[in-house]
């Protein structure tokens, strides 16, 4: 297993500005994939943003331009720094770790990014 705890989410009004974190435990960060999802109430987890092991990035069609993602491997860390929120981003925002070699996936709790209009 790979712990991942988020932390970041909150209240915030539209276009505004948050940064989620997601700390992971481990050895063998430096070669995971990491993305953030994120589930609204009612809808299916979606894909927000991903980085690899070489700091290749994608990201939604929704979010880009809007959302940075960055990952620090000394601290076993991957951020999502969101701006311009819009209402339409509200969700449970999700870490999601991915080892390659493994073939394994971990996720996080979760933490509730809500924007209001």
């Known amino acids: 297993q790979v712990p991942l705890v988020e932390s970041g989410g909150g209240l915030v009004q539209s276009g505004g500005s948050l940064r989620l974190s997601c700390a992971a435990s481990g050895s063998w960060f430096s070669r995971y994939i990491m993305r953030w999802y994120r589930q609204s109430p009612g809808k299916q987890r979606e894909l927000v943003a991903g980085i690899t092991s070489g700091d290749t990035t994608n990201y939604a069609e929704s979010v880009k331009g809007r959302f940075i993602i960055s990952r620090d491997n000394a601290k076993n860390t991957v951020s999502l720094q969101m701006d311009s929120l819009k209402p339409e981003d509200t969700a449970v925002y999700y870490c999601?770790?991915?080892?390659?070699?493994?073939?394994?996936?971990?996720w996080g709790d979760g933490t509730l990014v809500t924007v209001s209009a």
């Open positions: 999601n770790a991915y080892d390659p070699r493994l073939s394994r996936t971990y």
